[in-house]
């Protein structure tokens, strides 16, 4: 059958301008990108090439190029180099103290570091000991001083205490890069990342070092990966050197590990340099002083001193296929670690970037081979990498997968905000050093998705969550999942009513950090929350009453048996939050209806009094400086735990007769025979 399409054309006259193409709009279009070198016989770049000049196919089938971009790289060692003008510096803001950097993206389509050489200095502080650090810190200062050349643009990172930090983004600026390195040296920066506490202590996650030792090669694979996914958004070549102190795989699972990271590096056109910092070793056969003799017949037969040879050489096995799996070099005995700098910089000569759209947008993880030419009888010597592994969408997650883009979300400084996220910490003491620390974490259960299994609605939520000392080790974790079944009646106001979730720790005074995520199991969308808190040392307070914090709510439910109270378990013995068989849910974002009651709850403490010293606390609301609202005062002078000394102080506020708006609210702590009292005050606002 043959089908007839008929167009009636109407001819262009005189009045009618020429119409302009139509603007193309690409839906579910990946663009991939390719840095392509291009050599002549004598080893020499190759210019002035176009995007004719090249052919590309992806699994065999052609693809459509466009753009090309020819990157002048001035070669040191080419002794025309005089000749060359140097690129533009890259304007670079003046660095502040105490300063978070990112790496900046650049814009779709545009080259932002046009002629230059992007080098990252990565050092994994996590299995560096001082004298190896300080080794690389040195060998850095020296690249950056002395060998660091015109087009070289450098980016510093650390990886320590579970998180990737970039300290500088990448700059030329010699100066702030010498900065860097001194607070880094001498440990006065705010990470406390210098020599003097250098030792990462706690894993990613908070487990003992002692009994998860073995997953120690695990965390640096994956903290390398994130840094590499980190300089994805450059199309550029990037060279990163990677300091550390050799890295053992142990077990097949680092193996996928190992996989996960070269397959990021090569995504991101990062290529691996790592340097052994132990430098030139020559150790004892038998050990050295730092360890007692092995004994045995293994001494005498050369089984030790083999065995001691073998492992030193394990260690570096994984830094060799980190370099030769993404096109980078590795440097080992060698106590000139600048050499390894200079090696990466040196690596990198003129080069094109090559983009083109994928015919293959499918996100399904598999290996794409990629075949690039030149046409027209063009020859020349082409290094390019031989392909990708696509980006996997949630949805085909394995458990690893999912597994592993927590632990990226949580190494990352930047935080991830797909999901709103609202939490509260509270602090009431439990004996004379000990906190218990009550969090809630809240989220709009609209943005949860429903998921229908065996006929029944249910939402997944996945959290995970560490709090760090002021040093940045890790003191306590929690790792939960959330299978919520749902009725109908509470599915169809999932879009309405928030879920909150509930846990808690035990510590000691002193200055925190916690850092919470949450992801929604069904499509992979993740929330961080990340705040500073103190517990203070109430036992040293003498001149005001010593009280807890203090947790506003709206609502007091049974135990194990609410929409908004999904952690069923909650009910800790410390908990003081539950009373008479009731949980106290505190309202995290404090904004409270006029139809529901205000609780106020916290506790008093007279650890120090030899008996029961009457209190009075009321509470009150204001308006700037206006009071409008005082509750009558509340004598107390029973309930005093013999246990803890804890007195607690509990008010029901009846909100019906305030009008709507923000309030100040303030909770008043008298101790008349002592003469003390204590003041606290936080913002609330309330709705019709």
């Not at 300290?167 to 010498?178: I, M, V, Y």
């Not at 005093?640 to 000394?645: V, W």
Request: hydrophobic share 40%.
């Amino acid at each position: 059958m043959t089908l007839l399409v008929l167009a009636l054309v109407a001819p262009l006259t005189a009045q009618q301008p020429p119409q302009q193409p139509p603007p193309v709009f690409r839906s579910g279009a990946q663009l991939t990108v390719e840095t392509v070198t291009v050599k002549d016989k004598a080893g020499r770049p190759i210019e002035g090439l176009t995007a004719k000049d090249f052919s590309i196919t992806e699994d065999g089938v052609p693809q459509t190029i466009s753009f090309v971009e020819f990157q002048r790289v001035p070669n040191p060692s080419d002794p025309l180099r005089t000749a060359v003008a140097a690129p533009a510096a890259v304007a670079t803001p003046p660095r502040q103290p105490d300063e978070q950097h990112q790496i900046s993206p650049s814009a779709p389509g545009d080259i932002r570091y046009r002629d230059r050489r992007l080098l990252v200095l990565y050092f994994d502080l996590s299995a560096m000991p001082p004298n190896d650090l300080m080794r690389a810190y040195v060998a850095g200062q020296k690249f950056i001083v002395t060998q660091m050349q015109a087009q070289d643009l450098v980016a510093i990172m650390t990886f320590q205490g579970g998180a990737v930090k970039v300290k500088h983004d990448f700059t030329g600026d010699r100066a702030q890069l010498q900065e860097v390195f001194d607070t880094l040296i001498y440990g006065d920066d705010k990470d406390g990342d210098g020599i003097s506490d250098a030792t990462d202590t706690g894993t990613a996650f908070g487990q003992d070092d002692a009994e998860f030792n073995i997953l120690n090669t695990d965390r640096q694979l994956s903290a390398l990966q994130t840094a590499a996914t980190m300089l994805r958004s450059l199309p550029e070549q990037k060279s990163l050197v990677y300091f550390a102190s050799g890295l053992r795989l142990n077990g097949v699972d680092n193996q996928a590990q190992l996989r996960a990271t070269t397959n990021a590096a090569i995504r991101a056109n990062v290529a691996i340099f790592p340097v052994d910092a132990r430098g030139l070793v020559a150790d004892a056969p038998l050990g050295d002083a730092t360890r007692a003799s092995p004994g045995g017949i293994g001494m005498f037969s050369g089984q030790l001193a083999n065995a001691g040879m073998t492992n030193f050489q394990r260690s570096q096995d994984t830094l060799y296929s980190l370099a030769k799996d993404t096109g980078g070099k590795a440097l080992f005995d060698n106590n000139d670690l600048s050499v390894g700098i200079v090696q990466a910089a040196e690596s990198v000569s003129s080069y094109y970037i090559v983009g083109f759209y994928t015919t293959h947008p499918e996100r399904d993880g598999r290996f794409h081979r990629v075949r690039i030419a030149l046409t027209g009888g063009l020859s020349a010597d082409l290094t390019y990498r031989q392909g990708y592994f696509a980006d996997k969408e949630f949805g085909r997650f394995t458990a690893a997968d999912k597994e592993r883009q927590l632990e990226e979300a949580l190494m990352l400084d930047n935080p991830v905000t797909e999901i709103t996220i609202a939490m509260e910490v509270n602090y009431f003491q439990l004996n004379r050093a000990e906190y218990f620390v009550p969090v809630a974490v809240k989220m709009p259960g609209s943005e949860l998705a429903l998921a229908r299994r065996r006929g029944a609605a249910r939402t997944v939520i996945d959290f995970i969550g560490e709090v760090k000392d002021d040093y940045g080790v890790t003191i306590q974790n929690v790792r939960d999942k959330l299978d919520i079944k749902l009725s109908d009646d509470t599915a169809s106001q999932l879009a309405k009513r928030p879920i909150q979730y509930e846990t808690g720790f035990t510590l000691l005074p002193g200055k925190y950090v916690i850092k919470f995520l949450a992801r929604d199991a069904e499509t992979g969308r993740i929330g961080t929350f990340q705040s500073s808190f103190i517990i203070p040392n109430l036992n040293k307070e003498e001149k005001r009453v010593p009280i807890s914090s203090v947790v506003l709510g709206s609502q007091r439910v049974p135990l194990g048996g609410a929409l908004y109270t999904v952690r069923k378990d909650a009910a800790l013995s410390a908990d003081p939050l539950v009373y008479d068989g009731q949980k106290l849910i505190p309202s995290v974002t404090r904004v409270f209806s006029k139809g529901r009651d205000l609780y106020v709850f916290l506790q008093a403490y007279q650890r120090n009094e030899p008996a029961m010293q009457p209190l009075v606390a009321f509470v009150s609301f204001y308006r700037g400086d206006v009071k409008v609202f005082e509750t009558a005062p509340l004598a107390v002078t029973s309930g005093l735990d013999a246990r803890t000394k804890a007195i607690p102080l509990r008010f029901s506020l009846p909100l019906t007769d305030l009008p709507a708006g923000r309030y100040d609210c303030q909770v008043t702590v008298l101790q008349p025979d002592g003469e003390k009292a204590a003041f606290w005050r936080a913002a609330i606002a309330v709705i019709p």
